[in-house]
């Protein structure tokens, strides 16, 4: 399973830094043959402290972790919709993401020009956003335009299209985001053939950078600008110091710590960055663990058994007939997969079951 988060921003925004402190936590990439290589793609692990606990278990030869694509757009300008800036290039690599990391800058340095000439991280986003939102607005537009037409014939999945689009253009034209409309299942699913730039789940990055002046450390009218937007916009945002987690990818695990409590950073906001990323595209994870191999698998949220059993083979899942299942923490407990099932620990589970975040499994299939 390849799902990508698009990295977008206003230039001179730290999202280059960002890219690089990200590629440099990259897994190998012939263990992930889906994948395009591609200078502007990063594969980058999903860190999970269960995985390795698991593999010590099992004294795995190979820990293999789940993964989420980062693909860097190069920097978005306001009019962009309108092709200021190559914009209609990179709005159509936004596009061909899955879902959207908007970084923000949070710091003042008059050594890295801003393309307003100030830093005003709402009115970034803002700017950002317009751009989304107008690019949409004329692609549903122009689709309108023909369904309209077409739609006259009578054709029941025509005008289901046509209602769809008509609630849609009625909200970007009013500078709201594709999302934001209120859609039932099947409308739902009509509006993501648009695959429209709005309706894509977006992350904010909020970077900031260390020794320099910090918006949310000035705790002025910027900063509360900037929480009442996000919190208007219902939305999910990270820090991170992009500028040293770049430095520190190159800094031993033990000594990293010391280093980020010197600079007065806190916590790994770009480990934070990608579990959020996970999140965002309502994935989990389960695990297989053995001699072999242990290794994290990505579902999204609500996969059935014999749905978790495809990401692995299609036979899999064609075949299915049972899974037994244990949960990361129960099976630790119990030493090993034999002890756990010499102890009833292991479940049996059919068709119908739906796999939960941490489950461990073995599939049986004819």
């Not at 590629?23 to 994948?35: D, H, Q, R, S």
């Not at 005008?159 to 609630?167: C, S």
């Not at 990055?205 to 208007?232: C, M, T, Y």
């Not at 710590?257 to 906001?269: E, P, S, T």
Request: proline share 3%; with cysteine.
């Amino acid at each position: 399973m390849s799902l990508s988060i698009g990295i977008v921003g206003l230039p001179n925004v730290g999202k280059s830094t960002l890219f690089n402190a990200l590629t440099k936590k990259g897994v190998p990439a012939e263990n992930y043959p889906f994948c395009t290589i591609d200078p502007s793609v990063g594969i980058v692990a999903v860190p999970d402290p269960r995985l390795d606990r698991l593999a010590q278990m099992s004294v795995s030869e190979k820990t293999i972790p789940a993964v989420v694509e980062f693909v860097d757009i190069a920097g978005l300008v306001k009019g962009a919709a309108q092709g200021e800036g190559l914009g209609n290039q990179f709005l159509t690599h936004i596009r061909e993401t899955d879902a959207i990391a908007q970084v923000v800058r949070l710091f003042d340095d008059e050594d890295v020009h801003h393309v307003a000439g100030e830093v005003d991280p709402a009115r970034d986003i803002e700017v950002i956003n317009l751009e989304l939102t107008l690019a949409d607005l004329e692609s549903a537009k122009k689709r309108l335009d023909r369904v309209e037409r077409d739609a006259k014939g009578g054709d029941k999945d025509l005008i289901a299209e046509r209602d769809v689009l008509r609630k849609l253009v009625q909200a970007l034209d009013q500078g709201k985001p594709a999302r934001s409309v209120a859609l039932d299942e099947y409308e739902q699913n009509i509006a993501k053939s648009f695959n429209l730039l709005t309706t894509k789940p977006m992350l904010f990055v909020l970077n900031r950078k260390s020794g320099a002046v910090n918006v949310d450390a000035e705790n002025g009218d910027r900063w509360k600008a900037l929480q009442s937007l996000l919190e208007s916009l219902g939305a999910q945002w990270v820090f991170v110091d992009a500028g040293v987690e770049n430095e520190l990818n190159d800094v031993g695990d033990e000594e990293r710590a010391d280093f980020r409590r010197d600079l007065g950073v806190q916590g790994d906001g770009i480990n934070d960055l990608i579990r959020a990323g996970y999140r965002l595209l309502n994935l989990i994870s389960y695990f297989t663990t053995g001699e072999k191999e242990t290794r994290a698998w990505t579902i999204v949220r609500g996969a059935t058994a014999p749905e978790a059993a495809g990401v692995i083979h299609t036979d899999f899942q064609n075949k299915f007939i049972r899974a037994e299942v244990i949960q990361w923490d129960k099976l630790l407990e119990a030493g090993s997969w034999s002890a756990a099932r010499d102890k009833g620990m292991i479940r049996t589970e059919g068709k119908e079951y739906v796999f939960q975040d941490g489950d461990v499994t073995e599939f049986r299939h004819s």
